[in-house]
């Protein structure tokens, strides 16, 4: 601000001003939350972050036209139930394996497939592991037959999908190699929540992968590499707020700088 207008903002002043946006936007981010639990598929994550040198947790919940971030002290289930009670009965949750977003009320559930690919790199690459081949290879396959299913693909008994699922059972249903750490403990994972593997081809609208999400939420990491940490509470919330509302209207095609000065007009005018 100095280099352009020669005046000097105190942090003080700077604070103010983001608060002063973020109570003018607060009635927005509370209707994409809302638009959120109303959604037909929803991603989630979440990520480890610093406020005034004590661990917190940012959270997300995305859709295609929203994002709704929200920090929290904890990486718990109390933090889902804190912000969505009911749950999203309606939706099909997409999310990483974290014990937490799998005990989320859903309609249903569709892990990411990213993630466990990633688990198998591993195998395969440190253990040569045969089994981790295989069901990376099937993994590939199902992404692939995603891409070219068409809509009525979705609704039809498919015959390629039936194949995809009958591959998944037998290799689940292998004896794997116990001396490998960890593989043991990916198998039983697949095996526990074999039903969240595979949603994504019955649904059109339901991703393979937790992408979105993570994209949502990569905004926080690169605002701690600027600035180390958020100093406070209230600071971390200030961007929470703003960050899921430009987002929000970055994804609906909309100019959020035009919208939040408009917002924040509205709020005073109103005051």
Known sequence: VHCF???SLSQGTIHNMLDRVARSMTPVYEGIKKDIL????????????KVNDKNHWAWVWQTLKETFIVISKSRGFNTIEENFPDGFPNAIYVS???????KVEARLHQLCLAHIIRELNYFIDKHQSSWATKM?????????????????DYTDDYPERNEVIERFTKLIEEKINDQIPN???LHKRLIKHQNHMFNFLYHLDVPFDNNGSERAIRNVKVKQKV???????RGAEIFAIIRSVVDTFIKRGR?????????????TAVK
């Not at 109303?38 to 972050?49: K, L, P």
């Not at 099937?138 to 809509?151: E, G, Q, V």
């Not at 959020?256 to 509205?266: G, K, Q, W, Y």
């Open 183 to 185: 593989q043991s403990a």
């Open 136 to 152: 990376k290879a099937l993994l590939k396959s199902a992404i692939a037959l995603k891409n070219r299913m068409t809509d009525d």
């Open 227 to 233: 600035s180390g940490a958020f100093r406070s509470e």
């Open 255 to 267: 100019a959020p700088l035009d919208e939040i000065i408009f917002a924040v007009n509205l709020a």
């Open 96 to 102: 990483d394996s974290l014990s937490a977003q799998l």
């Open 5 to 7: 207008t020669n005046i």
């Open 38 to 49: 109303s959604a037909s598929t929803v991603g989630a994550d979440e990520t480890g972050m």
